[in-house]
């Protein structure tokens, strides 16, 4: 069965800091998605980043980006120049035919 | 463009009652999901529709239902509900025909508790 583990459940972090969140999956499927999402205080699940695991290129987007790994089934997403407003529960999560989500990290952002 | 709604936000139920949650999925988007999210649990899938079709359901007992209309809004109920049902549920669309690859819209979500 597919399952998603993001083993850090708390970080925090120094505003303009870099800060790393990790996440591991299993999966014997080749062909699947990877998300982040991000659910601020406020509860609205937004996404942050989505990488497609046949691409070998990792995705990025501004402060964003991950670190793919597929053959460790490994999928950390780094943030750069933390901001307050980068406050949030963050969700890894794998996709094949249906979405399976990790537990969580939340984040603290330290001013 | 409006976002995901849902309705209630709140919700207060007794054991042994029904519930039934709404959802409105961004306008043009027909993929509706549902998900349960608990501290101890994390988000769990419950179910997919997409053009009044249920296309995908998660791992929860038959008193979990839902369904969607033409016009793409969905509904889920709860029956008979046990104290594990306290929990935030989350409505999500999607453009696409399956949410699996493409970006999802949550809503705000619907708070149930179950006293």
């Known amino acids: 069965a597919q399952t998603v583990t993001q083993s850090q459940p708390e970080m925090s972090v120094q505003e303009a800091e870099t800060v790393t969140l990790s996440c591991t999956y299993d999966?014997?499927?080749?062909?699947?998605?990877l998300f982040w999402y991000k659910q601020p205080p406020s509860r609205q699940m937004i996404l942050v980043i989505r990488?497609?695991?046949?691409?070998?290129q990792n995705a990025t987007e501004n402060r964003f980006s991950v670190n793919f790994q597929k053959a460790a089934k490994s999928f950390s997403l780094k943030i750069s120049d933390s901001q307050l407003g980068d406050a949030a529960m963050y969700f890894c999560?794998?996709?094949?035919?249906?979405?399976?989500f990790g537990k969580g990290t939340r984040l603290h952002i330290l001013p | 463009k409006a976002g995901v709604t849902q309705t209630p936000r709140y919700l207060i139920k007794t054991r042994g009652q029904q519930v039934t949650l709404s959802c409105s999925p961004i306008s043009g988007h027909r993929s509706v999901s549902w998900y349960q999210q608990t501290p101890g649990q994390g988000l769990q899938f419950l179910f997919e529709y997409f053009s009044e079709t249920q296309r995908n359901k998660g791992n929860f007992p038959g008193r979990f239902s839902g369904r969607q209309f033409s016009n793409s809004r969905s509904e889920m109920n709860v029956s008979t509900l046990e104290l594990g049902d306290s929990a935030l549920y989350l409505c999500?669309?999607?453009?696409?025909?399956?949410?699996?690859?493409?970006?999802?819209?949550f809503g705000p979500g619907t708070r149930l508790t179950v006293l």
């Open positions: 999966t014997s499927e080749s062909d699947y998605y």
């Open positions: 999560a794998y996709s094949y035919d249906k979405i399976i």
């Open positions: 999500a669309s999607s453009l696409a025909v399956s949410s699996s690859y493409n970006e999802q819209f």
């Open positions: 990488q497609e695991a046949y691409k070998q």
